[in-house]
T-cell receptor, first 112, second 115 residues
Framework: AQSVTQLGSHVSVSEGALVLLRCNYS??????LFWYVQYPNQGLQLLLK??????LVKGINGFEAEFKKSETSFHLTKPSAHMSDAAEYFC??????????FGTGTRLQVFP | AAGVIQSPRHLIKEKRETATLKCYPI?????VYWYQQGPGQDPQFLIS???????DKGSIPDRFSAQQFSDYHSELNMSSLELGDSALYFC??????????????FGDGTRLSIL
């Protein structure tokens, strides 16, 4: 069975600081990994995806994530936080059937 | 670009009533997924359809049913509604022609409130 663990339900950073949101996965087969962002009262927007082509994945809004098989991790980073990055971030895994299994989410707060 | 359209955006029902949620996928997407997101929770997979056939089933109550129609839109039917059914219901669609692992594109959801 597949699962995702997001360490830290809340992360707070200052505007301009590095953003690091942690995600570890468990899967018996090579996984597909995704990061989604959810703004209040909105749907989930795809930030980026890993599908085995490259371990360092660049997404929208300056975010990127690195797949590390040895650490079973897929952490999301952004060099410089912006106020507009404040949102809920979900890491998700899928395998053959493509249904997404989500982590419990990390709420990012950005302070001026 | 066209996105996933869900209707209605908000729905208020009373216990034991029925509700129908509609989803219109992105054009040429052949797979539709339904998810339920409770307050402060992560989305939970309910059911999916590929080319109008059920392709996978998750933690969907027997009181719920869903189908995908010939025009690829999907409906989630919910009966004997309970207070615990209050949640945000998302539909997502993807194009499977590229193989497994295609990203799912989500609608803005239907917020269902049970009184």
């Amino acid at each position: 069975a597949q699962s995702v663990t997001q360490l830290g339900s809340h992360v707070s950073v200052s505007e301009g600081a590095l953003v690091l949101l942690r995600c570890n996965y468990s899967s018996s087969v090579p996984p597909y990994l995704f990061w989604y962002v959810q703004y209040p009262n909105q749907g989930l927007q795809l930030l980026l995806k890993y599908t085995s082509a490259a371990t360092l994945v660049k997404g929208i809004n300056g975010f990127e994530a690195e797949f590390k098989k040895s650490e079973t991790s897929f952490h999301l980073t952004k060099p410089s936080a912006h106020m507009s990055d404040a949102a809920e971030y979900f890491c998700a895994v899928s395998v053959r059937t493509d249904k997404l299994i989500f982590g419990t989410g990390t709420r990012l707060q950005v302070f001026p | 670009a066209a996105g996933v359209i869900q209707s209605p955006r908000h729905l208020i029902k009373e216990k034991r009533e029925t509700a129908t949620l509609k989803c219109y996928p992105i054009p040429r997407h052949d797979t539709v997924y339904w998810y339920q997101q409770g307050p402060g929770q992560d989305p939970q997979f309910l059911i999916s359809f590929y080319e109008k056939m059920q392709s996978d089933k998750g933690s969907i109550p027997d009181r719920f049913s869903a189908q995908q129609f010939s025009d690829y839109h999907s409906e989630l039917n919910m009966s004997s509604l309970e207070l615990g059914d209050s949640a945000l219901y998302f539909c997502a669609s993807s194009d499977s022609t590229g193989g497994s692992g295609q990203p799912q594109h989500f609608g803005d959801g239907t917020r269902l409130s049970i009184l």
